[in-house]
């Protein structure tokens, strides 16, 4: 009779300490991971073509494409360079970015490793890139 008891009393615990205990709705957190959003150039000219000093205007592309023409008032950095993610770690994270490149394939890259690796809050990709800019003009 007593090792029934021990039994019982032992599935019972194990039993009620693999069950995980009810929160409250209110008392859970969920950790969500901040994304880059995508703009087009009619936004990107609304909202951004004046120059703003919480705004940096990004461009990953290479240098000879940047000394060829650029969006004015932006920063380059070069998307293919070894350093790119050491140097933009070096940039303000709290910032807003508008990051482009000739058509939309780096930036959008560049605009991932800036909010899932290294935390920025607040990353826009120009959608189209330079080149989808420049024919707005």
Not at 106 to 134: C, H, P, Q
Request: proline share 4%.
């Amino acid at each position: 009779m007593k090792n029934i008891f021990v039994l019982i009393l032992t599935l019972t615990l194990s039993i009620s300490c693999a069950q995980k205990p009810e929160t409250n709705q209110s008392e859970q957190t969920e950790v969500t991971s901040v994304d880059h959003v995508d703009i087009t150039v009619t936004d990107f000219n609304t909202t951004f073509a004046v120059p703003d000093s919480n705004t940096i205007i990004l461009d990953v592309r290479t240098d000879r494409e940047f000394e060829a023409g650029a969006i004015p008032n932006s920063v380059q950095l070069d998307f293919m360079s070894p350093d790119f993610k050491d140097e933009v770690s070096k940039l303000d994270p709290n910032k807003t970015y508008v990051v482009y490149c000739q058509s939309g394939g780096r930036s959008t890259a560049a605009s991932k490793i800036m909010t899932k690796e290294l935390g920025f809050k607040d990353v826009k990709n120009l959608e189209g890139g330079y080149s989808t800019w420049s024919k707005s003009e």
